[in-house]
Nanobody, 124 residues
Framework: QVQLVESGGGLVHAGGSLRLSCAAS????????MGWFRQAPGKEREFVAA????????YYAESVKDRLTISRDNAKNTVYLQMNSLKPEDAAVYFC?????????????????WGQGTQVTVSS
């Protein structure tokens, strides 16, 4: 059974930073690409960032490019999302998910397993 557990969410002022973590267990973490998505109240879940199995390829939504950075540590079975210069519109529940291959990484249906999410709140 694959498990993905997010952590690191919280309340931060606009302009502040947070680092989210997603710990994986139950299968070979390093074989899978990983993605971060987010869902704000009343909105659909949207793609944020993705990273390939080795960590040398990343892809970002335009709205977060240059402010958020995805990375992974395969030795720790963990993927991270460093969030800088946070804006009120970044407030959402953030989810990590895994997928085979590194194509169509912005498509939610391409992902297999999902974590339960971690809340990020940004005050203005």
């Amino acid at each position: 059974q694959v498990q993905l557990v997010e952590s690191g969410g919280g309340l931060v002022h606009a302009g502040g930073s947070l680092r989210l973590s997603c710990a994986a267990s139950g299968r070979a973490f390093s074989s899978y690409a990983m993605g971060w998505f987010r869902q704000a109240p009343g909105k659909e879940r949207e793609f944020v960032a993705a990273i390939n199995w080795s960590g040398d390829r990343t892809y970002y939504a335009e709205s977060v490019k240059d402010r958020l950075t995805i990375s992974r540590d395969n030795a720790k079975n963990t993927v991270y999302l460093q969030m800088n210069s946070l804006k009120p519109e970044d407030a959402a529940v953030y989810f990590c998910a895994d997928k085979l291959g590194y194509s169509r990484v912005e498509i939610m249906k391409e992902y297999r397993y999902w974590g339960q999410g971690t809340q990020v709140t940004v005050s203005s």
